[in-house]
């Protein structure tokens, strides 16, 4: 008789198991399309939900409560993707600490559960934004830069402390302790991401309504990048096991108006309503309008280029003409 299908058995029992990415914020923009893309190809994501688990690919926790290491253990990466949109304007005194509490907390919870878990802990992919470089007019902005002094830059550089105690572990050993190596620790500091429900989504509207123009000198250099290539930079780190800080934004610098003419071209209106600075922070509020609209940031991908990855979308009008194509 045939060992045939006792080897085939044998076989299939020794396939390595998928690898699972756990997800935190993965009901936004980037964490649904990331969830999207990691199952396409054969990843097992397992969801942090605040609310009752609904699905089994959900797991129920509490920022700013203990995470239990074990719900994480055995994962090939956390990403974290948590933060309240920034899009959403004006910002009040009060909507100002909900973007800095819905950062900070998730953060630390999670760098806390990993750190328990020292050299068995997963990979740890935290996001952060281009926004912690701040106003830098003239400057190339590599990975290796201190923190700016805009809003957004003091939030980013906070958000980053949160997650770095990932990378340190204290375990106990014959009744002491001793200091572990920790986990891999990633930072995603993100541009603002080209797509109908991103960045574009306000831009859209004031340019089909025939407003649009220049935003302040409108010169001002604004990092940007696909969604498409968001995703594919956050598998990237995954997959090759990049740390550290990394840029995730396009490798053609844009300006504002750049960036506003060329959607201004694919919806077919004009783009002549000046918007000047002092208008913008009248409106918006000064750390609103001076983080977001009005700082000149050239954000470069240094890190991602060094390491092999290639975009998709080069300049931001192939982004914007993806983004509204769809």
Avoid: C
Wanted: proline share 7%; aromatic share 4%.
């Amino acid at each position: 008789m045939s060992d045939t299908p006792v080897r085939a058995q044998r076989h299939a029992d020794e396939r390595p198991a998928p690898r699972t990415v756990i997800a935190s914020g993965a009901s936004g923009l980037v964490g649904s399309a990331l969830v999207g893309s990691l199952r396409a190809d054969g990843t097992r994501v397992t969801r942090l939900v605040r609310r009752a688990p609904q699905a089994p690919d959900e797991l129920q926790w509490q920022p700013g409560e203990r995470l239990d290491p074990e719900l994480i253990a055995g994962a090939t990466a956390v990403v974290n993707l948590n933060g309240a949109s920034i899009g959403r304007l004006p910002w009040g005194k009060r909507y100002r600490q909900q973007l800095i509490d819905s950062r900070l907390t998730p953060t630390r919870t999670l760098a806390t559960a990993i750190s328990e878990l020292g050299d068995a802990a997963p990979h740890f992919v935290s996001a952060s934004a281009v926004g912690y470089y701040g106003d830098r007019p003239g400057e190339v902005l590599s990975e290796s830069l201190t923190a700016g002094s805009t809003f957004l830059a003091a939030l980013s550089a906070e958000w980053e402390a949160a997650a770095l105690p990932a990378n340190t572990a204290v375990r106990a050993r014959g009744g002491g302790t001793r200091a572990a190596a920790g986990p891999k620790v990633t930072l995603l500091r993100t541009a603002p991401i080209l797509h109908r429900r991103g960045v574009l989504k306000p831009l859209i509207l004031l340019t089909r309504l025939g407003v649009s123009g220049p935003l302040g000198h409108g010169t001002q250099i604004w990092p940007w990048i696909s969604l498409d290539d968001e995703v594919r930079a956050i598998r990237h780190v995954i997959d090759t096991g990049l740390t550290g800080p990394v840029n995730l934004t396009g490798p053609t610098p844009a300006t504002a108006s750049e960036i506003g003419r060329a959607i201004a071209a694919q919806l077919g209106r004009p783009y002549l309503v000046p918007a000047p600075a002092w208008v913008l922070r009248l409106a918006l509020g000064r750390d609103a309008a001076d983080s977001l609209l009005l700082s000149d940031a050239n954000v470069a991908p240094a890190a991602l280029a060094a390491s092999g990855f290639h975009f998709s979308h080069r300049t931001a009008a192939q982004a914007v003409r993806a983004a509204l194509d769809t």
